[in-house]
């Protein structure tokens, strides 16, 4: 699997089944050839400095499964109400 592959994936969260989005980017430890953490847009369309929100980083440990289409996160009910402060 490439991280283009990664990229056209939908998140979503195994607690609600909610979609949270898809990845933007990756968190790596280039030193030790891992990644740390997926990041994904804000939920607002807004620029954070237009009052939007900012980058979501998920933990690679809160990453359950990567499938075809999808990757499943488990994440908090609550996550989603304070994760950008």
Known sequence: MKISDLRTMRIVNMADGKILGRI???VMEVSRGYIKAIIMPG???LPFFLGG???VEVPW???KKI???????DMPLSWGQNNNK
């Open 61 to 63: 440990e809160n990453i």
């Open 53 to 55: 929100e900012r980058e």
């Open 67 to 73: 499938g075809q289409d999808v990757i499943i996160v």
């Open 24 to 26: 933007s980017d990756l």
């Open 43 to 45: 939920g607002s369309k």
